[in-house]
């Protein structure tokens, strides 16, 4: 079958990623401070994986990191880190457990901030296995910066680090005719895993946008006459329904990473990915 193997490579990258659907939403106030609210769902059958990966945690973990693995997806200390991690201004406020209609469960973290230009955020998606060391949370360059300037009306100066990096053309590679030979019910399986993975991260202003250069700009469904900024919106479960994106993915190949990701697939077909390095917003 067509795009089979870009197929099975970008399910096993979702895997890692925890099959995931993910919302980064940053508020900015007038003043410059805000919150940083990340939400990650995860759906039924990633929930049962996650329950094995946790029980083989005893024979993969060493003993002293057993002790400071968080033993649950509330537990705060992650969380605190995280906010650490961000910045040194930046606090965690609220966590909780979240639902969704379809059954997909998640966790909802909200962290404040006092200022933003001393505030960073990954585009990589808030996930960890329970029972097992989270990843290491440190500050480098691939984490989205911010500028801010107070007058009237208000610029928020965003700085995208995928975006620095763009990605070059590269040759279209030939797929193998063994590459094809995968039936209708295979190819459904590694579709359904990709369905349920989405990464975005927007930015919503106190006061209603004025103006920005932001390529993406999406009114708010609660009032029509705001807008908010999309920074990126990896949607894999459109893609794979889409043969002009199976396309352009049969050509570049799997991401790494949400960073990798972000720079290869900027400006694909039905992929949001904001290319300018800088991006304002007035308000």
């Not at 030979?181 to 990709?194: D, P």
């Not at 570049?252 to 990473?257: D, E, S, T």
Request: overall charge neutral; glycine content about 4%; aromatic content about 6%.
């Amino acid at each position: 079958m067509k795009h089979f193997r870009t197929l099975i490579a970008l399910s096993a990258a979702a895997i890692l990623m925890g099959c995931i659907d993910s919302t980064t939403e940053i508020q900015i106030q007038r003043d410059g401070s805000g919150t940083v609210t990340e939400t990650v769902y995860t759906m039924r059958s990633m929930e049962r994986m996650l329950e094995v990966l946790s029980g083989m945690a005893e024979t993969l973990v060493a003993e002293d990191e057993k002790l400071n693995a968080p033993k649950s997806r509330l537990d705060r200390r992650y969380y605190v880190d995280r906010a650490a991690a961000m910045g040194k201004s930046v606090r965690l406020s609220s966590l909780e457990s979240v639902k969704r209609g379809d059954g997909a469960e998640g966790v909802k973290a909200v962290y404040t901030f006092t200022d933003i230009r001393s505030t960073s955020t990954s585009p990589e998606p808030s996930f960890f296995i329970p029972q097992l060391p989270p990843p290491v949370l440190t500050n480098d360059p691939s984490v989205v910066t911010f500028d801010f300037a107070s007058e009237t009306p208000a610029t928020l100066t965003v700085h995208l680090p995928w975006s620095r990096k763009a990605a070059t053309a590269v040759t279209p590679r030939k797929v193998r005719q063994s590459e094809s030979a995968i039936n209708q019910e295979e190819a459904a399986m590694v579709r359904h895993v990709l369905d349920s993975f989405r990464c975005r991260m927007i930015v919503r202003t106190a006061d209603p946008l004025i103006k920005s250069n932001a390529r993406y700009q999406d009114r708010d469904r609660q009032q029509a006459s705001s807008k908010h900024v999309v920074l990126f919106d990896l949607n894999l479960g459109d893609a794979v329904r889409n043969e002009t994106i199976m396309d352009q993915l049969e050509t570049i190949g799997p991401a790494r990473n949400m960073e990798t990701a972000l720079e290869s697939y900027a400006g694909l077909t039905g992929m949001r990915v904001e290319k300018q390095s800088t991006v304002t917003i007035e308000f």
